[in-house]
């Protein structure tokens, strides 16, 4: 089955950085577009960052310039370097994959940043 597991979250101050992977099972990783949602307390999950099979990489204007997806295929993994982060990326970030046209959710990694 499909499966997602994401690492790499914590508390972080202003203006610091954090590297989340996302590692992945039961698909061929290598033709798969992978994405990175965030969702903050009380609002819905929102679209972060996508990497296309090709390496396309695509951003929320929100992280543009800031965030930096990537990608592993030996690994199966997706990554996601967060520079200069503000108080208002404080979420839950999630990894997703849709595979035959079902969405698959990772569990999700904290991100807290205090200001």
């Known amino acids: 089955q499909v499966q997602l597991v994401e690492s790499g979250g914590g508390l972080v101050q202003a203006g610091g950085s954090l590297r989340l992977s996302c590692v992945a099972s039961?698909?061929?990783?290598?033709?798969?577009?992978m994405g990175w949602y965030r969702q903050a307390p009380g609002n819905q999950r929102e679209w972060v960052a996508t990497?296309?099979?090709?390496?396309?990489?695509n951003y929320a204007d929100t992280v543009k310039g800031r965030f930096t997806i990537s990608r592993d295929n030996s690994k199966n993994m997706v990554a996601l370097q967060m520079d200069s982060l503000k108080s208002e990326d404080t979420a839950v970030y999630y990894c997703?994959?849709?595979?035959?046209?079902?969405?698959?959710w990772g569990q999700g990694t904290q991100v807290t940043v205090s200001s």
């Open positions: 997703k994959t849709t595979v035959g046209g079902r969405d698959y």
């Open positions: 039961g698909i061929t990783f290598r033709w798969s577009t």
């Open positions: 990497i296309t099979s090709s390496g396309v990489v």
